[in-house]
């Protein structure tokens, strides 16, 4: 079982920025891959930025440039930098953390941290 606590979420100007981590614990030893999510009102979840165990990196469209993602080599903590946010990047931000892989994988998912960019 892994456990994850998001922190960092807050209310910042447009063009601001905002740093956003999370905590893991629990069998951390296993994770493999580590990722955050968003999910604005009325609209569906998207991924955010991934990074796997050999620190590739995969940013969705709208994060590239703006958005960087990072851990610690044990997999304790995971951060999204955030630079130049629009008012569109308002949401909930989510992180998760998946071990194993194919059909034994399991995602496990924090309770998220609330990002809101005033215009």
């Known amino acids: 079982q892994v456990q994850l606590v998001e922190s960092g979420g807050g209310l910042v100007q447009g063009g601001g920025s905002l740093r956003l981590s999370c905590a893991a614990t629990?069998?951390?030893?296993?994770?493999?891959?580590m990722a955050w999510y968003r999910q604005a009102p009325g609209k569906q979840r998207e991924l955010v930025a991934h990074?796997?165990?050999?620190?590739?990196?995969v940013y969705a469209d709208f994060a590239k440039g703006r958005f960087t993602i990072s851990r610690d080599s044990a997999w304790s903590s995971v951060h999204l930098q955030m630079h130049a946010l629009k008012p569109e990047d308002t949401g909930v931000y989510y992180c998760?953390?998946?071990?194993?892989?194919?059909?034994?994988?399991?995602?496990?998912w924090g309770q998220g941290t609330q990002v809101t960019v005033s215009s």
């Open positions: 998760t953390a998946a071990t194993g892989w194919f059909a034994s994988r399991t995602d496990y």
């Open positions: 629990g069998t951390i030893r296993d994770i493999n891959t």
């Open positions: 990074i796997a165990t050999s620190n590739n990196t």
